[in-house]
């Protein structure tokens, strides 16, 4: 089977990320809950993904929880994405390997030197130069995880949803005061993080990515709109930088 027809798989620490690429473009994408074993992955997965586990299609995989890649080994036409066979030089031995696929895809797609923004469970910060090498990053909790750590470590805070619309800076209740303080919190310190790279690499491409990205798109829109005309927007940087990684193999 060529490898213009192939899934890929992101394992990553809340999600499993899929995608399916045909004739060299990218079809169609999906996020499910993870498994234990083979038998519950197929009652949890949409019917063209165990299709496509059906016909053996090559399966390439990328995790950050290693544990969790054992069942796929199973499946004849599973891959195991190589970080060290990834072109971005100075990576360091536990940088995780989802950093440097959206780092890579980002490169590739968008043109170095590139800072990716990969918005999921942690939200990361990762800049290349034009030479393809790894200057560094920064790691934090993303904003659910945020959230979600006031409600379950403290003992009065009350469980709250996440606003698709940006609530008021000044909250006048407590839930909108624990989104003010997430919110404004980490949309300042990535234009904090970008106003850095910037002045090192003016004509850097900046790339927002990631479960949240289009949540924090519209945040950024309505509180950093300047800033938010100079980013790119891309959900499926990963699965780009997946690609670029099969077709360098070939």
């Known amino acids: 089977m060529s490898t213009k027809d192939w899934l890929g798989l992101m394992i990553g ?52 929880v290693p544990s969790a890649t054992t069942i796929y080994l199973k499946l004849p036409q599973t891959r195991i994405i190589n970080a060290k066979k990834i072109p971005i030089q100075g990576v360091y031995s536990t940088m995780g390997i989802d950093r440097i696929l959206a780092l890579w895809g980002g490169g590739c797609r968008y043109q170095f030197p590139c800072l990716v923004i990969d918005s999921g469970t942690a939200l990361t910060v990762t800049g290349a130069n034009e030479g393809k090498k790894l200057i560094g990053g920064a790691i934090l909790p993303g904003v659910r995880l945020q959230i979600e750590s006031l409600f379950f470590n403290t003992a009065a805070l009350p469980e709250i949803e996440i606003l ?52 924090l798109k519209k945040y950024l829109e309505e509180v950093e709109s300047s800033l938010a005309t100079e980013m790119i927007f891309d959900s499926d940087l990963i699965f780009f930088g997946m690609q670029e990684y099969i077709n360098s193999l070939c």
């Open 164 to 215: 698709e619309t940006i609530t008021p800076r000044w909250a006048m209740d407590t839930p909108n005061a624990i989104q003010s303080g997430v919110i404004y919190s980490i949309l300042g310190g990535i234009k904090g993080f970008v106003d850095n790279w910037i002045n090192q690499y003016p004509h850097s491409s900046i790339i927002l990515t990631g479960g949240d990205t289009f949540l």
């Open 13 to 64: 620490n809340s999600r499993l990320h899929w995608a399916y690429f045909f004739n060299y473009k990218l079809q169609q994408t999906w996020n499910t809950s993870k498994a234990n074993s083979l038998k519950e992955l197929i009652t949890i997965l949409p019917p063209e993904i165990n299709r496509y586990l059906e016909l053996q299609i090559p399966l390439y995989i990328a995790s950050v």
